[in-house]
């Protein structure tokens, strides 16, 4: 079935350093991709989707871009804050309303 | 304005107990969903209502999950005869309806501790 995989954490970095998370997916369409950030102590939010080939998803700083050719939607940030420690989930919709998430990857930035 | 909102926080039960778990949707909302997250995993798929109805139930485990939306705004989901591994966050989301292009919200979750 239609399945994301991430990058496994924790992940530490010192602030201004470069964040890539990777993500991969499978599925036997052509699946919206997101990805979700959850702060410590709220709710999942979405940070950013993509929601066709080659697409490009951006805020606050972050980009993703859905590669079609590689199955792949890395999140991406040239310059990390103390703020952005987190964990953040990488997902697909396969059929516009269930989203099928990763295991999720602490960030933690010091 | 107010987002999803979801009571209790936590609950801690003993095994073969019967949980409410209740869901209230941002007003307008017509789509809503449940998902449950183990720990160190991500959410998963239980329940989709579009309105009153449910659209897709294909992702509750087994006969004991059962979720509810009389009209078509607040959502319970139940659980009968509770065991151990039902232990988990529950989150409900809510979107203006169904599609990608609809952002789905999320409520901050019940944490569900079964003893």
């Known amino acids: 079935g239609d399945s994301v995989t991430q990058m496994e954490g924790p992940v530490t970095l010192s602030e201004e350093a470069f964040l890539t998370i990777n993500c991969t997916y499978t599925?036997?369409?052509?699946?919206?991709l997101f990805w979700y950030v959850q702060y410590p102590g709220e709710g999942l939010q979405l940070l950013l989707k993509a929601t066709k080939a080659d697409d490009k998803g951006s805020n606050k700083g972050f980009e993703a871009t859905y590669r079609k050719e590689t199955t792949s939607f890395h999140l991406e940030k040239g310059s990390v804050q103390v703020s952005d420690s987190a964990v953040y989930f990488c997902a697909l919709s396969p059929s516009d309303y269930k989203l099928s998430f990763g295991a999720g990857t602490t960030v933690t930035v010091r | 304005g107010a987002g999803v909102s979801q009571t209790p926080s936590n609950k801690v039960t003993e095994k073969g107990k019967y949980v409410e778990l209740r869901c209230d949707p941002i007003s307008g909302h017509t789509a809503l969903y449940w998902y449950r997250q183990s720990l160190g995993q991500g959410p998963e798929f239980l329940i989709y209502f579009q309105g009153t109805g449910a659209a897709d139930d294909s992702g509750l485990p087994n006969d004991r999950f059962f979720a509810v939306r009389p009209e078509g705004s607040v959502s319970t989901l139940k659980i009968q005869r509770t065991e151990r591994g039902d232990s988990a966050v529950y989150l409900c989301?809510?979107?203006?309806?169904?599609?990608?292009?609809?952002?789905?919200?999320f409520g901050p979750g019940t944490r569900l501790t079964v003893l």
């Open positions: 989301a809510s979107s203006l309806g169904r599609s990608s292009y609809n952002e789905q919200f």
């Open positions: 599925a036997t369409g052509y699946p919206s």
